[in-house]
């Protein structure tokens, strides 16, 4: 390791020479150049010192900005020169002397408005080789920690604008994010600064090595860095400060070291300074290059205005509230509720929500808006559902309240039919009382009588059976009927009627069945309220004229069943009414025969028609779906 210094060092002796003899042959003609040269009052000179290079950070940062706001600041037009102390970077001392004598000669006839030192190692060197160099010149120390400036040195020409390190600070605030952090990587060159701040920060965290491990890794080549750091144990972090020179004297320029570093390491980066974020570094308190370049510059701008530089006063900058990268935060899954009130995180990626927010809610208003028409809708939907189901219910009522009324309308026909067999059974049975009192009763004839009994018994009852289906009060139920045997039943039903009003009915029953899908009880009622209605409108005819006609036929794919009378026809004023609930021709009519009608066809799925006849008359015509049931498999 020392010989590779050694090595180091003398490479670097040797390139001063060659570069000193080939200033020195330019400087005559540099001198006669500045010579020339006439600066009015608007122009003025200045030079930056950097103390590693136009490339290192983070003092390429605090220089670039500095020199940003010198241009922004300055009423003057300003010829900048820099010029960088790469001997900071060594221990010889003898490879100043060429860089000084290189710095006396060319400014010897012209001297700077400003000397701005970068650093701690260029403020040391300016302090030291002033009275040789610009002994009058003004000068900022600027973009260092205030422990390295030697304030007895300054001049009345010189002036601070310094940073203060809380190192102990700096590491409580990431243990407050990373509690659960036990061991920590300090990555610190062996440059005679980075000397110096090994031991400064030894010293400041000290009080806190009871809660975590510190590793110092100065002794080692940057190779060997780089493997421990990659085998880090976990709930470890890394705090990188610097690396100008490793432990085997290879100097690392500019920020491949920490790039490196950030490849391999398997553990969170946290620094000092902002310079180093927005890539390797997690984030925190750190050092602001813009802030302290603002305060630099305006006091960069008096002292070419005029003022002493001495007289100018400045306070150490602390550093800046935290600040996080949010890719490092979910990277190393660090809860955001742990970052400080003040912190701000940057580099968030936006969301879908925050790119298109305005989209977003939108399209979520509209489906929102959308979902409230639909529930709307299918609420709607299900109050005229339920409305529907009240109907039908309230029709099914009033239709068993309308065969009620068709029954007390038919109580003469009922009356009649049921006495005809039961005067029959009465003297069938006084006529076997008799054979049976007599010597020799004709058990052949007894056995006749006995079945004519039995005969009017079951027409009686058949009687009693159609009117208790009549007047059956029964939910609405679908089965397969056949539309014929329906108006077959009606007929039987409605013949002593029939002949109590002298009404005479025909009657054509088409030979194939007519399958539907219905229920029995109310389509007869249908039926019988049709031909009730027709007899009714027959009232005022003479006998021989009431005749009706009902038919039944196949159209299409639908059954129908017509009932024509020879009536006086429907008014055609009347006949877009005539299905109207309460809407009656009758005169003590009630209106809701026809509308009941109407009801029950319509859940059906089918269609009522009410027309008159070419001859006079009306004709209702009723039309129900044809059911054809699937055959079943007998393959299976």
């Not at 144990?233 to 690392?252: E, K, L, R, S």
């Not at 070291?257 to 553990?267: D, F, I, P, Q, T």
């Not at 302290?292 to 800046?320: C, H, M, P």
């Not at 088409?510 to 019988?528: F, H, N, S, Y």
Request: proline fraction near 5%; glycine fraction near 6%.
């Amino acid at each position: 390791m020392h010989g590779a210094r050694r090595r180091y060092s003398s490479g670097l002796r040797r390139t001063f020479l060659v570069w000193l003899v080939g200033l020195v042959l330019c400087v005559s003609a540099g001198s006669v150049f500045f010579s020339s040269c006439s600066y009015g009052a608007d122009h003025k000179r200045v030079i930056i010192l950097h103390s590693f290079g136009r490339e290192f950070r983070p003092w390429n940062e605090y220089a670039r900005a500095i020199r940003a706001e010198l241009d922004r600041q300055s009423p003057f037009v300003l010829d900048t020169q820099e010029h960088s102390l790469i001997t900071a970077r060594s221990t010889d001392p003898r490879a100043e002397v060429a860089f000084v004598e290189y710095l006396r000669t060319l400014y010897l006839d012209n001297p700077p408005d400003l000397i701005v030192v970068i650093g701690a190692p260029a403020a040391i060197f300016i302090q030291r080789y002033r009275a040789q160099l610009f002994p009058a010149a003004p000068m900022l120390i600027t973009a260092v920690e205030q422990r390295r400036v030697q304030f007895a040195s300054l001049t009345e020409n010189d002036t601070v604008v310094a940073a203060r390190h809380d190192f102990r600070y700096l590491f409580e605030s990431f243990l407050r994010i990373a509690p659960r952090t036990r061991v920590v990587a300090m990555i610190n060159g062996n440059s005679p600064n980075e000397l110096y701040w090994q031991s400064e920060m030894r010293r400041e965290l000290k009080p806190l090595e009871d809660r975590v491990e510190i590793r110092w890794y100065d002794k080692l080549s940057f190779e060997d860095i780089l493997k421990q750091t990659a085998a880090l144990p976990p709930n470890a972090a890394i705090f990188w400060f610097q690396m100008i020179v490793d432990g085997a004297g290879v100097a690392h320029e500019g920020d491949t070291a920490l790039r490196r570093l950030y490849a391999s390491a398997r553990a969170p980066i946290f620094t000092t300074d902002e310079a180093f974020f927005g890539r390797e570094i997690i984030g925190g308190p750190m050092h602001s290059p813009a802030a302290l370049a603002r305060t630099a510059g305006d006091v960069a701008r008096r002292i070419l205005a005029g003022e002493k530089a001495g007289t100018i006063k400045t306070a150490s900058s602390d550093f800046a509230p935290p600040k996080y990268d949010w890719r490092e935060l979910r990277r190393w899954n660090v809860d955001e509720a742990l970052l400080p009130s003040d912190a701000t995180v940057e580099f968030r990626t936006p969301s879908m929500l925050d790119t298109y927010r305005w989209q977003i809610l939108l399209v979520c208003a509209v489906v929102l808006i959308q979902a409230a028409l639909i529930s709307r809708l299918l609420h709607e939907q299900r109050r005229r559902r339920l409305a529907e189901v009240q109907a039908r219910q309230r029709m099914s009522e009033l239709a068993h309240v309308n065969r009620y009324s068709m029954a007390g309308e038919l109580t003469a026909s009922i009356a009649h039919e049921l006495n005809q067999p039961l005067a029959a059974i009465h003297t069938n049975a006084e006529s076997m009382e008799l054979m049976l009192g007599s010597v020799a009763p004709d058990i052949a004839e007894i056995r006749q009588i006995t079945a004519d009994i039995r005969r009017d018994d079951e027409r009686a009852s058949e009687v009693i059976q159609r009117l208790r289906s009549l007047l059956k009060k029964a939910p609405f139920e679908i089965r397969d009927i056949d539309l014929n045997a329906v108006v077959g039943e009606t007929i039987e039903f409605l013949a002593g009627l029939m002949v109590a009003r002298n009404v005479e009915l025909r009657s054509s029953i088409v030979d194939e069945p007519l399958p539907i899908r219905g229920d029995r009880i109310q389509l007869q009622q249908v039926i019988l309220n049709l031909i009730v209605n027709a007899m009714d409108a027959m009232a005022d005819l003479p006998s021989a004229d009431r005749k009706i006609a009902i038919a039944t036929s196949r159209i299409g794919g639908s059954a129908e069943v017509s009932i024509s009378d020879c009536g006086p026809g429907i008014p055609e004023e009347r006949r877009a009414n005539i299905f109207t609930p309460f809407y009656s021709t009758k005169p003590d009519g009630m209106g809701l025969g026809l509308s009941i009608a109407r009801t029950i066809i319509d859940a059906h799925e089918g269609q009522i028609i009410a027309e008159n006849a070419v001859g006079g008359g009306a004709v209702f015509r009723v039309r129900l779906p044809l059911f054809r049931p699937r055959e079943r498999r007998t393959d299976r």
